[in-house]
């Protein structure tokens, strides 16, 4: 081989590095701004300044949308109207008369691409929008949109989203390529792969209700976006569940998540959205049943599978107890247990409830070792994630309890701090749980923390499995202390969701 030959192959080789290198050089984050990062600085929304802004940020993806002018110019902007203007029946000129109202001039297609061709790390995520005068209108946009991305070589940066099938379609046909986001929410993964559209971008709602639809995606290579996900908790709800890109209008919030569960690594193993109506899920729930007072002279009857004391409707399981008498119990509520269906070792375990209210109730989120037919309570463990009575209002209380450290020694680890609005708002309670300590969190917020003492397990007995329970008590020793105000039943506590990250 001689000294040409060599270097020429060389040279190619190079090439070819630096090509998969750049395929490879995206943000590896999961965060997409939403119409740009706009809402912490007041950028208009789908302007160059909320694109550098998405790109400042280290986004892997900023999202726009792109319509038509009358006279055929492709703009950004996500309304079909532009200060009082329909842009489809406007000539760009005069639509670029009126400034945004950062000073800008409303973006092209062709701006706003070159633009983002400045940088190499956050993808830009080109939704086309369909057009109200037709599905020919639209197929005309559809290819002048791939024509300009074409024409500027940014086929690299650019991912194609559309709520219209047909427009995905015509993009897919003008160039094999190009990757595609479906956003409708009404096609499976197996027609997506079928029609040769690799992604799903689909409102959050459809991947909640639908608790299979990230792992049939997964099976038939189908990219996943949820979109709009603002709330921090349903986040890291996508996070957990391992999706592969999440649409939001709070970048900034979103990626310190994003670098929190990249760093735990986090997954979502346990848990329920209650996203179905009726009893609670069975293969989740079991009940503690019985009125024997429950060892603190508690005065309800817990029932099993009957919907007057737990049911869950619209998205949320409720917990209510009741001045009803059922065999020796004046009172009945219920006390849902995941023994033998879901016991965790370590990790996160958040629940948002709405807290009843009124002296008497005694409502609790806990966990017991799954050893406590063998060794009994408290040689078991427990812990208490939230604990409440009624005759001490607006309180949350954490604790645990061991062979050591109970309450009937009066040496329980324990903290009582103040909740605002617990009847009124939901709540996050939370701990986080390891080898070397338990932190005790209200609304990701830590008030407890717990040191492992790696003495013995009279100490530390959470180096093994616990179920979680959650119930309404009525009176008992804590609980009724002050007495029982029976105006206040029927008595509810209202459970958004249960999740446990490992």
């Known amino acids: ?61 900023s999202e726009f949308d792109i319509r038509m002018t009358k006279d055929e110019v492709l703009v950004i902007n996500h309304d079909a109207h532009y200060e009082g203007m329909d842009i489809e029946q406007t000539d760009f000129a005069e639509l670029r008369k009126k400034p945004l109202k950062n000073g800008e001039q409303l973006p092209t297609l062709e701006e706003y691409l070159k633009a983002g061709k400045k940088q190499k790390k956050t993808m830009l995520v080109a939704e086309i929008k369909p057009s109200p005068a037709g599905k020919e209108r639209a197929a005309l946009l559809a290819e002048k949109v791939v024509k300009t991305v074409h024409k500027l070589k940014a086929q690299k940066w650019v991912v194609y989203i559309s709520f219209d099938y047909d427009i995905l379609k015509k993009v897919r046909e003008l160039d094999t390529k190009a990757k595609l986001q479906y956003l409708n929410g009404n096609i499976s993964a197996a027609q997506l792969k079928a029609d040769n559209i690799g992604g799903a971008d689909y409102h959050f709602s459809v991947f909640q209700k639908d608790e299979e639809w990230l ?28 999706i592969d890109y999440i649409t939001t209008d709070e970048p900034e919030k979103a990626l310190k998540h994003d670098a929190l569960f990249a760093k735990t690594k986090w997954k979502l193993v346990g848990g329920d959205e209650f996203n179905y109506a009726g009893l609670p899920n069975a293969a989740k729930w079991g009940y503690d049943v019985g009125g024997n007072g429950w060892g603190n002279n508690e005065l309800q009857f817990y029932t099993e599978a009957d919907t007057s004391n737990a049911v869950v409707k619209n998205g949320i399981l409720t917990i209510t107890a009741r001045k009803q008498k059922h065999e020796n119990r004046d009172y009945t509520s219920a006390r849902l247990v995941t023994r033998d269906k879901g016991e965790w070792k370590y990790g996160r375990i958040e629940i948002k409830a709405k807290l009843p209210k009124g002296r008497g109730t005694w409502p609790a989120i806990w966990m017991l070792g799954n050893d406590i037919k063998q060794v009994g309570w408290p040689k078991c463990g427990e812990i208490d994630i939230m604990e409440h009575v009624g005759y001490d209002p607006d309180t949350l209380v954490g604790t645990i309890h061991t062979q050591a450290y109970n309450h009937v020694k009066g040496t329980q680890k324990s903290k009582k701090i103040f909740i605002k609005n617990p009847y009124t708002e939901f709540h996050i309670y939370a701990i986080d749980w390891t080898s070397e300590k338990m932190d005790f969190l209200l609304d990701g917020k830590v008030y407890l923390s717990i040191p492992n003492e790696h003495k013995t397990t009279n100490e530390w007995p959470f180096d093994k499995p616990h179920y979680l329970l959650l119930n309404i008590a009525v009176g008992g020793n804590w609980g009724g202390a002050k007495g029982i105000d029976e105006t206040v039943f029927p008595a509810k506590m209202e459970v958004d969701y249960v999740r446990v990250y490992q």
């Not at 290198?21 to 997409?32: G, R, T």
């Open 1 to 61: 081989m001689n000294k040409q030959t060599t270097f020429f192959l060389f040279l190619l080789w190079s090439m070819l590095g630096l090509n998969i290198a750049w395929a490879q050089s995206f943000h590896s984050n999961k965060i997409v701004a939403h119409r740009g990062a706009w809402k912490h600085t007041g950028a208009p929304q789908n302007s160059l300044a909320s694109l550098q802004e998405a790109i400042k940020l280290g986004c892997v993806g």
């Open 215 to 242: 792992t049939k995606a997964q099976q038939e290579g189908i990219t996943t976006n949820a979109w709009t996900v603002n709330d921090t908790t349903l986040i890291d709800y996508f996070l957990g569940r391992g």
